[in-house]
């Protein structure tokens, strides 16, 4: 168990649609990723933030967005959804904004859109 | 060309077999390199991290980085069924990380 927890774990909606993926990072660590992983694509980087802020952003479409709150759990949000989008979604966090620092993920969220 | 290219195999080995993989990558400002092992239906886990050239060693697990050529590999020593996984490598700098697509590794009893 990496400490990392993301919800839901599964997530099945309809094309056009808007969801929240949810993750909270470990204690203690103030930067969180998203990644998108498919099968054709492999693991692709989406965006990080920092204490709140964001700092790196990825292959993210402009219909995704992200957030990270006070408490430090972070939101992705994903809208006008098509059926590409469906694929698994981690969230990692690390300690600092450092380069040097690993990254540890969370279980991930599966979404499937129909 | 993608920055990190990883066979995706499937590599099938018999246990206790010598385990080599492999990552190539194009951007000569990657500092820093990794490998994660990632099960099915789980999210991937940190195995090896090497930061510029050289060697390192964990238990049955020998990272290997040759800034030189741009070469990334794992071996894997004396394999077990729970090495079944998927292997990522990924490559890095700036505090962002390129990932291979992985490869899907199955030891055989």
């Known amino acids: 168990d990496s400490g990392v927890t993301q919800t839901p774990k599964h997530l099945i909606t309809a094309t056009g649609q808007r969801v929240t993926l949810r993750c909270s990072p470990r204690?203690?660590?103030?930067?969180v990723y998203w990644y998108q992983q498919s099968l054709d694509q492999g693991l692709q980087f989406l965006i990080q933030y920092y204490n709140g802020e964001e700092r790196a952003k990825g292959n993210i479409l402009e219909r995704f967005s992200a957030q990270q709150f006070p408490d430090l759990h972070s939101e992705l949000n994903l809208s006008s959804l098509e059926l590409g989008d469906s694929a698994l979604y981690f969230c990692?966090?690390?300690?600092?904004?450092?380069?040097?620092?690993?990254?540890?993920f969370g279980p991930g969220t599966r979404l499937l859109v129909l | 060309q993608k920055e990190v290219e990883q066979d995706p195999g499937p590599l099938s080995v018999p246990e206790g077999a010598i385990v080599s993989l492999n990552c190539t990558y194009s951007n000569s400002a990657f500092q820093y390199f990794m490998w994660y092992r990632q099960y099915s239906r789980k999210g991937p886990e940190l195995l090896m991290y090497t930061y510029s050239s050289g060697n390192k060693e964990d238990g049955r697990f020998t990272a290997q980085v040759d800034k030189s050529s741009k070469y990334i590999s794992l071996f894997i020593r004396d394999s077990q069924p729970s090495d079944s996984a998927t292997y990522l490598c990924?490559?890095?700098?700036?505090?962002?990380?390129?990932f291979g697509k992985g490869t899907k590794l199955s030891v055989k009893p």
């Open positions: 990924a490559a890095g700098s700036q505090g962002n990380l390129i």
């Open positions: 204690s203690g660590d103030l930067s």
């Open positions: 990692a966090s690390k300690k600092g904004g450092g380069n040097q620092e690993t990254q540890y």
